[in-house]
């Protein structure tokens, strides 16, 4: 065996462990691309938890009957008089309108409403 064919046999058996220790390496990488292999520390491990749903009770401030404005008339009054035996009539107040303001009405009503179960990521 001469000196250059051991410098290539060396070479090769360098090569060859070099490639080896790359294919090992590429194969662990792409296994934790996809969350599987050990990722260094298990203290920060994300798994996910299921939330249940829930119903709460809501109070909400409702409006019953909106604000509005009336606006009415009131006849006029007369009245009879006697004056020598004849029956008169007098007008003692003319008929007029009238505004009348109502404001809204608001209520609280309590409803029921349901919220739906989800994940959520959780670490331990």
Known sequence: MTMGTANKSLVAALAL???C???VSTK????S????GYH?????CE?????PGYYETVVQHVCVCAERTEHRYFEPVYETRYH???ATQYCVR?????DFYFPAKYEDRYVKVWHEGYYREASY
């Not at 662990?28 to 296994?31: I, R």
């Open 94 to 98: 003319e008929g007029y309108y009238k």
């Open 47 to 51: 798994h996910r938890v299921f939330v």
């Open 28 to 31: 662990s990488a792409a296994a």
């Open 21 to 23: 220790i790359f294919a």
């Open 17 to 19: 462990s070099l490639a």
């Open 84 to 86: 020598c035996g004849y």
């Open 40 to 44: 260094g520390s298990y203290e920060h």
């Open 33 to 36: 691309d996809y969350g599987y």
